[in-house]
């Protein structure tokens, strides 16, 4: 069982239609992460929240809007997606990004697969 | 920059044979070292870790050793079976870094 949660599952959209990821984990992890996976191919880093405050953003586009309520939660806003912007979505969680709690490995749940029409 | 490098695939192997998976790295310092393993439909799962010289990983049966000297992980076990077909990444985090580099990835078939 994966101590990442994430919803939904699947995710059909529109391009015009506005949607947001969840992400949850309860390991008392102050890092979390968004990366995007296309088929095939490794996950790529997206997003890096470090004690709830937006640490990294590897150049995504602003139709992806991050949101991290609470050290549990993570979210993903999704606005005017395009048609390449389908993909695997993952969500992950270290114990931290920095000085001792670095190179921790990084736990990830099961993803949102999402698919724009 | 650093880098990780797998052997590509699909390997396909009959159940019960030794399986070796090749990694190589290139990072400065004393990065991390990781095998993640991704069955279809899923995330990844975090499979074994190393994070100095000469440690080796291991989970369910698989193992790995962080050779410095060669700047390899490689994955084995010796019998795998028809429920370990899946996708297997190596990844490093670089020395004092938050960030996973991550392999090409390498597909596995196990046949009965």
């Known amino acids: 069982d994966t101590e990442v949660t994430q919803t939904p599952k699947h995710l059909v959209m529109g391009m015009t239609n506005k949607k947001s990821l969840k992400c949850e984990q309860h390991?008392?992890?102050?890092?979390m992460y968004w990366y995007k996976q296309k088929a095939k191919k490794p996950p790529e880093l997206m997003f890096v929240?470090?004690?709830?405050?937006?640490?990294i953003n590897e150049s995504v586009p602003s139709r992806f809007s991050p949101e991290c309520p609470n050290s549990s939660l993570l979210n993903l806003h999704l606005h005017a997606l395009q048609p390449e912007d389908s993909a695997l979505y993952l969500c992950a969680s270290s114990r931290g990004t920095g000085g001792l709690l670095s190179n921790q490995p990084q736990h990830f749940g099961d993803g949102t697969r999402l698919s724009i029409l | 920059g650093d880098s990780v490098t797998q052997m590509e695939g699909p390997v396909t192997l009959s159940e019960e044979a030794f399986l070796t998976i090749n990694c190589t790295y290139t990072?400065?310092?004393?990065?991390?070292l990781f095998w993640y393993v991704q069955y279809p439909g899923e995330g990844l799962q975090l499979l074994l870790k190393a994070t100095k010289a000469d440690d080796k990983g291991s989970n369910k049966g698989f193992e790995a050793t962080y050779r410095k000297e060669t700047t390899s992980f490689h994955l084995e076990k010796g019998s795998v079976q028809v429920s370990d077909s899946a996708v297997y990444f190596c990844?490093?985090?670089?020395?004092?870094?938050?960030?996973?580099?991550f392999g090409s990835g390498t597909r596995l078939l196990v046949r009965p």
């Open positions: 390991m008392g992890h102050r890092a």
């Open positions: 990844a490093l985090s670089p020395d004092s870094s938050y960030k996973l580099i």
């Open positions: 990072a400065t310092g004393y990065p991390s």
């Open positions: 929240y470090s004690y709830e405050k937006l640490s």
